[in-house]
Each structure stands twice: as C-alpha cells, then as structure tokens.
C-alpha cells in the first residue's frame, strides 16, 4: 500500500469514526431529553407580564385560549357561563402571590342543575409526546378547606395532561394509584396526576389546571380553588420488579446542624438491573427527632421527590439537623416492594467531648455516639 493511499484511508477512518460518535453522541443527547424534569414557563405563576384577570361578569360568554397578562402567556384561560344567568367564573394569575386562582364557581337548579366553570392551561410546543413513557404532571391547589380525593373529583376540581385539545388523561378520572393528594400543611396540598403513553402517540404537551363542575348543586361546589408550582416529569415506566438500591456511601455523619460530606445515591433499575432514567422516588427522613433536611433538584423538606438520571441514579444532599443521634433516611418507589435506606448519624461536639472523657452518661444516651444499625 502506498504512504499516499494509506494516508487517504487514515483520514476516511478518522471521518468515519467522527460521523459514528456524532451520531451516537446525538442518539444520548436525543434519549436523555426524552426524560427527566421538564421546563414548565412560569410554573410559578411569577412572571409580571402573565399577570391578569379574565372571565367574570355576567353577559361574557364562553371563551377558549384567552390572554392572560401583557405576554398573552404562557398560560391562557377558558372559561364557561351560562348567558344572563350564570356569569363565567374569573381566573386570575397573581405574580405576587405566585397563584393561578378560579374563583366565582356557582350552580343553579332551574329545571335541571347547572355549573359554570374554567381552566388554565398551556402547550409545551418544545415537549412532545414519546412512546412508552411515564408522564408526572403535579401542582399544589388550595381552597381554604380540608379535602381528600373523593371531594376533588365530585366537585371537578384538578389537573389534566391534554394533547391538541384532547384529554389524556385528569385527576377527575384516574383510576387508582395514578393520582395522589398529599398534605403538605393547613389547607395546602399537593396533587399529582401518573399518565403512561403506549407504543403510538402525537402531539405536544398540554397542561390544564381545572374547576369544572358539572351539575353539583351549590352546597357541594368548591367555589374558589388556588393552584401554585407546577411540575412535569417524564421517565421510564416502573413496576414491582423496579428495583432500589444505594450506591456508594450507606452510612453517613455530620455534625449538628451541617450538611453532610457525601451525597446519599439511590440507583433505579429493572428486573434485569437496566439503569432507569427519569424515576420519581421518596426520600424519608424522620419527622421529629434527629433527623436531616433533604434536598434534591424538586424540592427540600424532610419528606421529598428525587429523580433518577440517565445512569438511574437519583441524588439526595441531606443537612444534620441540631438533634445529635441516629437515625434512618428511606428512599422508596410507589408500586415496588424495593427500598434504599441509608443509616445517619448527627453528632456533636459536648458529645465527643463525653465520650473522650471516659464514657457516656446513662441518663443521655439518646445523645450517644453508638448507633444500632450505623456502625
């Protein structure tokens, strides 16, 4: 072979090398924006210029994909009356509060029971749908009472995923286990909707918080309802053969009140121990006592979401309260029976001190540098 020839083979072996690991590069990138925490515009409801009020006033009729605010957006407004009788409900976005609040829903019983109703919604025009998916779409509600589920979807309270004006799923009509309210504190909850899309799927992403009543008479309605900090997450589909583990440190210690060295890693796999990317898990710490304040990319608290990344790890920072002991911090998966526990210890210095000078004192050993189950 000549030095030219074999020069010339050099360089379309070092081109096609560049074109395989442009394309491989472009099929990661391509997968992992398939999954993970999705950008919501003003998921807050903080933007100024989404700021407004629409709907309200008793001579308005329907409207659908009204502008809210200077912007016009991202979030608009539908909303429905009935024509001298039942004014639309007023939805308004309040960028000081951080709220997105349906007020003003009646009913009337003439010859029949009827509702008026409404709903913010948005299209994600840069988030399609992919096949075989787990979509988590979740938003905080408030309407100054105590609710459960039951009274949510009675009174059509909730949050829906839509694709070009067709419902996918809602809240009102999940089956069991793909919705959940939690109580986050008074009157504040926290309502999160499961969809899984199926080998076929079309369109964008579409998100509607709604109160849409129908035929409820007035002493069952919720006439005002408040949503703030919404969220969207797209992973992979889990089951009771996902599987949990911790990866790297099992056991970790800090001092009272500071953040602990190491990062506490749940790994996420299947049956077969196939990473799983996008994975919502709960992280556990104990509620009262020594405990930890968890942090992941969702949110902080000592009760919180994390979200496994492409190689199915989900990480967790967690900072010592000022209680000194031990104590547990549990990552679990709804719908799997695996867990991930990871065994922690806040210390202090009276109590290296103590136990320096020649043991611990009885009455104090919940204060105790000996920990069943950490060391």
């Known amino acids: ?8 083979v050099r360089k379309v072996d ?3 090398m560049l074109g395989l690991l442009t394309a491989a590069f472009g099929m990661m990138t391509a997968t992992s924006a398939n999954a993970g925490l999705v950008t919501v515009p003003n998921s807050d409801f903080l933007q100024a210029g989404n700021a407004g009020t629409v709907g309200g006033g008793l001579v308005n009729p329907p409207a659908t994909n009204v502008p809210i605010g200077t912007s016009g957006g991202p979030w608009t407004g539908n909303y429905s009356g009935v024509l001298t009788i039942l004014a639309p409900p007023t939805l308004t976005i309040d960028s000081g509060a951080g709220t997105a609040t349906i007020s003003g829903i009646a009913g009337l019983s003439i010859a029949t029971i009827i509702n008026n109703g409404g709903y913010f919604n948005q299209t994600l025009s840069s988030t399609p749908y992919v096949a075989t998916k787990r979509y988590t779409v979740w938003t905080n509600i408030t309407s100054g009472e105590l609710l459960d589920l039951g009274l949510l979807t009675d009174t059509g309270v909730g949050v829906a995923l839509r694709s070009g004006g ?3 799923a809602s809240s009102a009509m999940a089956g069991a286990g793909l919705v959940n309210l939690s109580l986050l504190g008074a009157d504040l909850y926290r ?22 009543p129908a035929g409820l008479l007035t002493a069952s309605l919720v006439p005002s309802v408040s949503f703030s900090k919404v969220g969207l997450n797209v992973g992979a589909i889990t089951d009771s053969t ?18 602990f060295a190491g990062t506490l890693k749940v790994l996420v796999t299947d049956a077969v ?5 996008g994975v919502i898990i709960n992280a556990d710490a104990p509620a009262a006592g020594a405990s930890a304040v968890l942090t992941s990319s969702i949110e902080s608290g000592t009760s919180i979401r994390a979200v496994s990344g492409s190689d199915g790890i989900a990480e967790i920072n967690a900072t010592a309260n000022e209680i000194a002991g031990c104590y547990n911090v549990t990552a ?9 526990v990871f065994h922690m210890r806040n210390w202090s210095v009276e109590q290296m001190a103590r136990f320096s000078a020649g043991g611990m004192i009885p009455y104090l050993f919940q204060d105790s540098i000996f920990c069943d189950g950490f060391e």
Do not use: C, W
């Open 1 to 8: 072979m000549t030095e030219k020839y074999a020069s010339h």
């Open 166 to 168: 067709t419902t996918l």
């Open 14 to 16: 070092r081109g096609l």
């Open 332 to 340: 679990t998966l709804p719908g799997s029976p695996s867990k991930a």
């Open 273 to 277: 121990g196939n990473p799983q990317e």
């Open 191 to 212: 309502l999160t909707l499961v969809y899984d899309t199926g080998a076929s799927v079309s369109g964008n992403v579409d998100i509607a918080l709604f109160d849409q």
């Open 242 to 259: 996902t599987q949990m583990q911790v990866s790297g440190l099992g056991s970790l210690s800090a001092e009272v009140n500071t953040p």
